[in-house]
């Protein structure tokens, strides 16, 4: 890209929580910024902190509704100082805040662009702005934009160095480990993921790391199936790297997804993944390891048929590793995303480098 440009980020959510798309927020924002672009985000005052030192942070009351009027004027008012060639709104909250004032604060906005990253009924709040971007082919062809581009989440490739021995968690020894990971929250399914694991029979360990409202019930749940010794809920592990490194496969249980973050970790990982059939998981996946649905009998019948034995899984996915290490990677993504900006862009808002 031949231009620097000033863009400001807007991210939504109401400072409860840190999942994959704060985390795509804060990464696309950070690498921009070291690209020589002038990034902004504005974000709950919760999230300060997360945001690399090169990014400009601005707080703003999230938790409010989007019809919000102080939280639109306070929105108006920083878009109007910043005056950003591309205001980029992640999700639907953002997209429908940024269309709602985009009219009063005209072209001192620039272009606008947003980014879809779950399956909804509804993407409305994304026909106002001049572009959309979709984080899977599947939710690119629910989109009836005329300027759409599909984008897949990245993450930054490691090379060498340490993969195992430095998690918060230590990792059991048990085989196969099938791991999971994310909120302990409904739409991941994870009381689902547990049964189906206990009704396979299977020996090794389940270990579910991450946090969430459903804790105390999945752990009721598994004390009423008498599986404490082979389903673990460990919490929180910020280093997923060793344990993917270390697991015989990944399990995605989720009703929904807009393209999960676990997936990318671990095809880059290359630990091989199962799911249901959420977002994006067939564009990588071989359809034998995509589960009919995400009913208990179809994800018995998936554990079983991979992990016996695991390691033939790794070598069914061999292709699935190779097309993650070229396209879901944090420079593949940053640039394709300056690309569709430099589209959109006005060449009046730019400034030269």
């Avoid at 000033?6 to 999942?19: E, F, R």
């Avoid at 990253?117 to 934009?145: E, M, R, W, Y």
């Avoid at 993921?193 to 598994?222: C, F, H, K």
Wanted: glycine letters at 8%.
């Amino acid at each position: 890209m031949d231009t620097n440009l000033t863009i400001a980020m807007i991210l939504a959510t109401p400072g409860t929580g840190w999942g994959g798309m704060e985390k795509h927020t804060a990464e696309l924002a950070a690498e921009l910024a070291r690209r020589g672009h002038q990034v902004h985000v504005l974000a709950h005052p919760a999230y300060q902190s997360q945001f690399s030192p090169a990014v400009m942070a601005h707080s703003l009351p999230m938790h409010l509704g989007r019809r919000n009027p102080w939280l639109r004027f306070r929105l108006q008012r920083i878009l109007h100082s910043i005056t950003p060639n591309v205001a980029h709104a992640q999700g639907n909250k953002a997209a429908s805040l940024l269309g709602s004032v985009q009219r009063y604060a005209g072209a001192r906005i620039g272009a606008t662009v947003g980014t879809v990253h779950g399956t909804k009924t509804s993407h409305t709040p994304f026909n106002p702005l001049d572009g959309v971007i979709a984080v899977s082919g599947d939710i690119l062809a629910a989109l009836a934009h005329p300027n759409k581009r599909l984008i897949y989440n990245g993450l930054p490739t490691i090379s060498g160095g340490k993969m195992t021995g430095d998690t918060i968690i230590p990792i059991p020894e048990d085989r196969p480990l099938l791991l999971a990971a994310g909120r302990l929250e409904p739409v991941k399914q994870f009381d689902r993921l547990i049964q189906a694991w206990v009704n396979a029979r299977l020996p090794g360990a389940l270990v579910i790391l991450g946090e969430g409202s459903q804790r105390a019930e999945l752990t009721e749940l598994i004390a009423k199936l008498g599986a404490e010794d082979r389903v673990l809920l460990p919490g929180y592990e910020p280093r997923m790297r060793p344990w993917l490194k270390a697991a015989s496969a990944c399990a995605i249980s989720s009703q929904r997804e807009g393209f999960p973050y676990i997936l990318v970790e671990s095809l880059l990982a290359r630990c091989p993944v199962m799911a249901t059939p959420v977002s994006g998981v067939t564009e990588f996946l071989p359809p034998d390891c995509v589960a009919d649905s995400d009913s208990v009998a179809d994800l018995t019948t998936l554990i079983a048929q991979h992990l016996q034995p695991p390691h033939q899984l790794a070598e069914r996915q061999a292709a699935a590793f190779e097309h993650a290490a070229n396209t879901l990677t944090l420079n593949a993504m940053v640039t394709a995303t300056e690309q569709f900006y430099q589209q959109l862009v006005p060449r009046s808002h730019s400034t030269p480098r």
